[in-house]
């Protein structure tokens, strides 16, 4: 098993909505790792999860809050979002911290209303 | 600080090769990457090479490194319509750093 899943494809929320979007992977990989894609932009890094403890957050606003409850799960818990946080969210994972080799989702589509 | 760059846009017709390039700025990286992404897709690692290395073959797709010039390339030989994509070339040490991404259209 070579994937990772993330649910849901596609999301609407309101500015006041929470929502969560969840992401798991079977292939043993102890990093997993939550990355933010505009329109015909590449990703960029939001945070890394490396066996388990928050590893990396590039400066990204509380209203993203990840949560990892184990190796092979991660989810982003949305609150408060604002229209411009509207994009593709890309869950990723590898085998070590280390972003060799990432095996992508195929993501989350949200739009904030 | 890091930095990737590549072209923005190649039209091949099909059946023809098609070369993407890329230069960066991080000598130190131990692979460099090339990811495809359809529309509405997450991002597929298509393929990669050892910074020791200066050519991968993998089936139809070829990466060149140039460490010198810090300039990496991936051919894809005998395009095909499902070929179309935005490739991003990608390097770096514990964060990926990722090109603006190369759209290719295959034309039939």
């Known amino acids: 098993d070579t994937e990772v899943t993330q649910t849901p494809k596609h999301l609407v929320m309101g500015m006041t909505n929470k929502k969560s979007l969840k992401c798991e992977q079977h292939m043993g990989h102890r990093a997993m790792y939550w990355y933010k894609q505009k329109a015909k932009k590449p990703p960029e890094l939001m945070f890394v999860?490396?066996?388990?403890?928050?590893?990396i957050n590039e400066s990204v606003p509380s209203r993203f809050s990840p949560e990892c409850p184990n190796s092979s799960l991660l989810n982003l818990h949305l609150h408060a979002l604002q229209p411009e946080d509207s994009a593709l969210y890309l869950c990723a994972s590898s085998q070590k911290g280390d972003s060799e080799k990432l095996f992508f989702g195929s993501g989350t589509q949200l739009s904030v209303l | 600080g890091e930095d990737v760059e590549q072209s923005l846009f190649l039209s091949v017709r099909e059946g023809d090769s098609s070369v993407i390039n890329c230069t960066y700025t991080d000598s130190s990286s131990t692979y460099l990457y090339w990811y495809k992404q359809e529309p509405g897709a997450g991002l597929q690692l298509l393929t990669y090479?050892?910074?020791?290395?200066d050519m991968k073959q993998d089936q139809r797709l070829t990466v060149l490194l140039n460490k010198k010039d810090k300039h990496l390339s991936l051919r894809i030989a005998d395009t095909q319509t499902g070929d179309s994509a935005i490739y991003f070339c990608?390097?770096?040490?514990?964060?990926?750093?990722f090109g603006a991404g190369t759209i290719l259209r295959v034309k039939s």
């Open positions: 990608a390097e770096g040490g514990n964060k990926l750093v």
């Open positions: 999860y490396s066996y388990e403890k928050l590893s």
């Open positions: 090479i050892f910074s020791n290395m």
